[in-house]
């Protein structure tokens, strides 16, 4: 289970537990002493490249690469960005999909094979810095610096940004500060539930946890927090040692600091978008993302679609209608630059 499903519900019972226990003002005492663990990108040593299976960073970090479909002669290359706990292979259902012949390949239509790119973000996965915080700005430049090697590897073919989870903060802020990276950007159920939506007994327990006790692990457990319908990959995933089954409190602050971030900048998004959210989410609260689509549609983008499925769970990708929102992506892609008017599936 991921930090944002921890954060979710744990909050209110944690500052209980505090309470009735005696400890609240022991770790407010110790909040200046102790500051949140942050591992962030050191300073720039060498060029950024492209390796056939990772991504060398400006500080010199090699973080681990998966790709799918047509990769050599590409008509349009998607950036995948994972959520948190997850790592590149989220996008597997979607790279498989995209690069399946026959029925995928009408699909798509006009756009032809699509390129999908992923990299283990900085804390994560198969990274070196796991299962520490990389902060915003690393996370950020590390996913601008991918967009200019596949500008440079792919050009004049169409790039698109695709976010999910905490990846579609990451996506907002990289959307809305370097728009000329990208042809567009995909939000796929983007974690933007900001601490201004939530409540003084969730915000209050994180900011003590986060300073006093940064190494405790979350998992978790218990929450009877259901992130998609799709029980067999639920139960891949949690034999995968490569997702984090249990994340540091810092880190879970750390997430608190990027979506309040993304709720800040969605409204300075100047690119082609398209939204995807479930109607069945039980991470993301329903009224966080109709914020944002507000925010969107007050943008009048260039393009700009949202698409809410009925039966939709947090891992929209991976749930058993999975194949249903990667056939709209690919359907949005072939959409932009023509006449043709988008219209989502439900």
């Given at each position: ?250 880190m879970v602050a750390g997430i608190a600091d990027l979506m309040d971030m993304a709720r800040v900048r969605v409204s300075d998004i ?77």
């Amino acid at each position: 289970m991921s930090g944002i499903q921890f954060f979710r519900r744990i909050s209110g019972r944690f500052f209980v537990c505090l309470a009735t226990s005696g400890l609240v003002l022991m770790l407010s005492g110790i909040l200046s002493a102790c500051a949140p663990t942050v591992h962030s990108a050191g300073p720039p040593v060498g060029q950024i490249s492209l390796e056939p299976d990772s991504f060398q960073t400006s500080d010199g970090t090699n973080l681990r690469l998966q790709k799918w479909g047509a990769v050599d002669h590409p008509s349009a290359v998607i950036l995948g960005l994972h959520g948190m706990g997850d790592y590149a292979n989220a996008f597997m259902e979607l790279g498989e999909q995209l690069s399946a012949s026959g029925d995928a390949d009408a699909v798509i239509g006009s756009v032809g094979g699509i390129a999908v790119y992923a990299f283990d973000q900085r804390g994560f996965g198969r990274s070196p810095s796991r299962p520490f915080w990389a902060g915003t700005r690393s996370m950020v430049d590390d996913a601008s610096d991918m967009l200019i090697l596949l500008g440079d590897r792919y050009p004049g073919v169409p790039i698109y940004l695709l976010g999910n989870s905490m990846g579609g903060a990451v996506a907002i802020v990289v959307a809305a500060t370097r728009p000329s990276l990208m042809d567009g950007v995909v939000l796929v159920a983007p974690a933007v539930w900001d601490r201004g939506m939530m409540s003084w007994y969730q915000t209050l327990p994180l900011s003590i946890m986060s300073h006093s006790l940064p190494w405790l692990p979350l998992t978790g457990r218990g929450l009877e927090i259901w992130p998609s319908d799709n029980i067999e990959m639920l139960r891949r995933l949690s034999r995968d040692p490569n997702m984090m089954s249990a994340v540091r409190v810092d880190m879970v602050a750390g997430i608190a600091d990027l979506m309040d971030m993304a709720r800040v900048r969605v409204s300075d998004i100047t690119v082609p978008t398209l939204l995807l959210s479930g109607r069945e989410d039980q991470v993301i609260p329903t009224a966080a993302i109709d914020a944002i689509d507000r925010d969107l549609r007050a943008q009048n983008l260039p393009s700009y679609s949202r698409c809410l499925y009925q039966a939709g769970y947090h891992m929209l990708l991976r749930d058993l209608n999975g194949s249903v929102v990667i056939r709209d992506i690919a359907r949005w892609i072939a959409a932009q630059g023509t006449a043709e008017n988008y219209s989502c599936t439900e």
